[in-house]
């Protein structure tokens, strides 16, 4: 875990502890993956509350933490023998009813919003090599699918495959549900799978990405699958032009320094320029990590500067109804002098090796 924004909103808010539910806080704390579970973060120590289910696990696996069984017991003695006058809790994460429990814990503490994903913006090396074997799952099932691939097959026939084979491949799970969106469905940005089949001359869009020890991939490709070596639209085979140029675009362009928003304004223009601006609706991209959707936000509005460290996707798209659409989306590391791209091997700074 990189400390840096951790040790920040302490300093910053004066706080004494951060205490957090989330499951997301907990893996990047202490490695520890549970579902229920108490993480308690001070400026020199660190404390993870697990029940029985989680104990035993957790003594072999746990880092950067002092485990503590969860019960009453050992909840109220540690609250009796703690003085916290501020408490941050994560605003992105923490339910009321959490609240709730933090201030009985803790009747005359103040109480201060912070941002959990905040914490975690830049990753270290061993979440980035989480990272790497995450994409590196993904894109081993994603191409031993398409040699799979064969005309008639449904959409919802491919989401299962390529949820088994990343499974097969060492992923825990889907980071999320896979869009496998085929002819006019893939100008749906967020398509979930139907049985509608898979046609030569059709725009195949795939977004997909496996989990590894509870972090994320998220990647994009959409092909024209032919098969039959058909004469193939022209417009098909232009919008897909265009989207993969803005993407090599965003990754050339990302370096430490500069605006998250500059690299949304990159591919934004230049899919403007080609006269389809109004078809790009959605962001640019967004941080990933442990959460699919992380921070730093890649978009019109994303003012985070970029540091070597933060691992973002870049995914320009356009999305014509009716007709198809196409993105490409991949996954990069900001380096000290530009990036690297995770998702395809030997790709520094926006250029292939």
């Given at each position: ?38 993480s308690i973060i001070e400026k020199s120590n660190s404390y993870v509350f697990l029940d029985m289910r989680y104990y035993e696990y957790a003594q072999k696996e746990i880092k950067n933490a002092e485990l503590i069984l969860l019960n009453q017991s050992n909840l109220k003695k540690f609250a009796q023998n703690k003085i916290y006058k501020r408490i941050g809790v994560e605003a992105d994460y923490t339910t009321l009813s959490e609240l709730e429990r933090i ?251």
């Amino acid at each position: 875990m990189n400390r840096k924004y951790l040790d920040l909103t302490l300093e910053k808010n004066n706080l004494d502890a951060i205490i957090t539910f989330s499951p997301q806080t907990r893996i990047w704390l202490s490695s520890i993956q549970s579902t229920d579970g108490i993480s308690i973060i001070e400026k020199s120590n660190s404390y993870v509350f697990l029940d029985m289910r989680y104990y035993e696990y957790a003594q072999k696996e746990i880092k950067n933490a002092e485990l503590i069984l969860l019960n009453q017991s050992n909840l109220k003695k540690f609250a009796q023998n703690k003085i916290y006058k501020r408490i941050g809790v994560e605003a992105d994460y923490t339910t009321l009813s959490e609240l709730e429990r933090i201030k009985k814990m803790f009747p005359n503490a103040e109480i201060i919003q912070i941002s959990g994903q905040e914490l975690r913006i830049l990753k270290d090396k061993n979440e980035i090599e989480l990272l790497q074997k995450a994409i590196d799952i993904s894109l081993e099932a994603y191409e031993e699918l398409i040699k799979e691939l064969k005309e008639g097959q449904t959409e919802r026939e491919l989401d299962r495959r390529l949820n088994f084979l990343m499974k097969e491949k060492g992923a825990q799970m889907e980071c999320f549900d896979s869009i496998i969106a085929t002819g006019s469905n893939s100008a749906i940005p967020h398509h979930h799978p139907t049985d509608r089949k898979i046609k030569s001359g059709d725009l195949l869009k795939i977004d997909f990405g496996a989990t590894y020890k509870g972090y994320g991939a998220d990647i994009t490709r959409t092909f024209i699958f032919n098969p039959k070596n058909e004469i193939v639209d022209p417009k098909k085979e232009e919008i897909l032009q265009i989207v993969k140029e803005a993407a090599q675009l965003g990754r050339q362009f990302i370096k430490p320094g500069i605006k998250a928003s500059d690299v949304d304004k990159v591919c934004r223009d230049y899919i403007a320029s080609k006269g389809y601006g109004e078809y790009f609706t959605h962001s640019t991209g967004h941080g990933l990590g442990i959460d699919v959707h992380e921070l730093p936000t890649v978009s019109t509005n994303g003012n985070t500067i970029l540091e070597p460290g933060m691992v973002i996707t870049v995914e320009p798209g356009i999305y014509i109804e009716g007709f198809g659409g196409a993105r490409i989306e991949d996954d990069l590391l900001v380096t000290e002098t530009g990036s690297i791209t995770l998702s395809r091997k030997n790709e520094v700074n926006g250029i292939k090796k």
